[in-house]
């Protein structure tokens, strides 16, 4: 089968301390710290098998993330821009749809039979480290990631746990055609990443809240459907690139600007009459940039939440955070607290429209072409059909 696979160098930058775990492991806390001169390659690969616990999906849609991109894309020492876990080589990819092809032996595999539409999470949870066993999926100490250390979706099949997998049949009750189904089943994934963010990391907002969302990529532009979903009175979206601002005001943001044209946090102040964001979402990777605009805007009681990966310390001026009793929280992942099932059951009602954010199609023959005009950042979302 045919499948993109990344490869890089092990050399950590000079002033970098390897772990025991990295030593052990061969996986990268900080990818951008240790991975070198990054090369992407379509390679015909033996077609996996399933073992216990285990499917074999036929990938139908597959998604590019922006962490795909910052992959494939260096900083002035050829080091790649990813910071977070990573090992390689590895297929990469991992917001996908595809039809259960195989199931692995096993009583794991009940509930799901061949022929099931699905949709996976990227985060292989153990099950079995303390923070698992303590409801933290997204923190397991064990955790590997599809796409990320083991490999990913831009291929024609991929054998994944069966814990893992979640069914569309609500998106395709939705959406008449099938072959929009199978593309809007493949943004599940970095909506359930925003919802991850919004309600379960921070906490959410009261209905009637003001919102601000800085970076209207494809998490920013489910995190504005998810607002709005949940009563936000008006939804503020900044955002560099022209075609992303048209598709946030079409997913239903009330207010969106060119954050190089304005200064966000007049806008802000200006648009909920002074009183402030009550929450703040870090969605750009830019948090040099968007951390000092967003503290200027907290209402009182205000929330930060970051989900944007950078490889960036930026400072903050805690007095503000202390004396408006507001609070910044971080998030990574989307596994558990519902999550998978909830966003499902939003696109079947409609509540969230992905269809409308998907701005470009290539086949897996193209996907190294798909990978670098995803580095223009002038799509919405851009999807890989094997």
């Known amino acids: ?64 993330c922006g ?62 480290c303390r923070p698992c066993r303590d409801g933290f999926p997204n923190q397991c ?18 054998v994944v746990p069966i814990k893992l997998c979640w069914k569309l049949d609500a998106v395709f009750e939705r959406y008449s055609d099938e072959a929009t189904a199978w593309e809007v089943g493949a943004t599940t994934e970095p909506t359930c990443v925003a919802y991850n963010t919004i309600f379960e990391c921070a906490g959410g907002f009261q209905p009637g809240a003001y919102v601000a969302i800085y970076g209207a990529g494809p998490i920013g532009l489910g995190a504005i459907q998810l607002c709005k979903a949940a009563g ?6 900044f955002e560099v690139s022209e075609v992303r601002r048209k598709l946030a005001k079409e997913v239903g943001a009330d207010a969106v600007y060119d954050p190089c044209k304005i200064i966000p946090s007049e806008v802000v102040m200006d648009l909920t ?24 805007t907290m209402a009182i009681a205000g929330k930060l939440a970051v989900v944007g990966r950078a490889a960036q310390r930026v400072p903050m ?16 992942g989307h596994s558990g607290y519902g999550i998978f099932p909830s966003v499902i ?31 223009k950042r002038e799509d919405g979302k851009i999807i890989i059909k094997p």
């Not at 259960?100 to 539409?117: M, S």
């Not at 100490?141 to 991929?158: Q, R």
């Not at 936000?232 to 979206?237: D, L, N, Q």
């Open 317 to 332: 001026y805690l007095e503000r955070f202390q004396t408006r009793k507001a609070k910044l929280y971080g998030a990574q």
């Open 273 to 296: 009459h002074g009183a402030g964001a009550d929450f703040s979402l870090e969605s750009a990777g830019a948090p040099e940039k968007t951390i000092p605009e967003m503290e200027k």
């Open 1 to 64: 089968m045919k499948t993109l696979v990344l490869s890089a160098k092990w050399e950590p930058r000079p002033d970098y301390r390897v772990s025991e775990f990295e030593k052990r492991t061969g996986k990268a806390i900080e990818g951008f710290n240790v991975w070198r001169y990054p090369r992407l390659e379509l390679k015909g690969v033996e077609q996996p098998e399933p073992g216990p616990g285990e499917v074999l999906i036929r990938v139908k849609a597959c998604g590019i």
């Open 141 to 158: 100490e064990n955790l590997e990631e599809l796409g990320f250390t083991v490999d990913g979706a831009m291929a024609e099949y991929i």
């Open 345 to 375: 059951r939003m696109m079947g009602a409609g509540l969230i429209d992905n269809s409308k954010i998907i701005t470009s199609r290539f086949s897996l023959d193209r996907s190294l072409e798909a990978l670098e005009k995803a580095t």
């Open 232 to 237: 936000a009175t008006k939804v503020i979206a």
């Open 67 to 128: 962490s795909d991109i910052h992959f494939y894309e260096t900083d002035k020492d050829d080091y790649i821009l990813y910071p977070g876990l990573t090992k390689f080589p590895a297929t990469i990819g991992h917001e996908f749809a595809g039809e259960i092809v195989e199931l692995g032996r096993g009583p794991e595999a009940k509930g799901f039979k061949v022929g099931d539409r699905v949709t996976v999470e990227e985060m292989v949870w153990c099950g079995y």
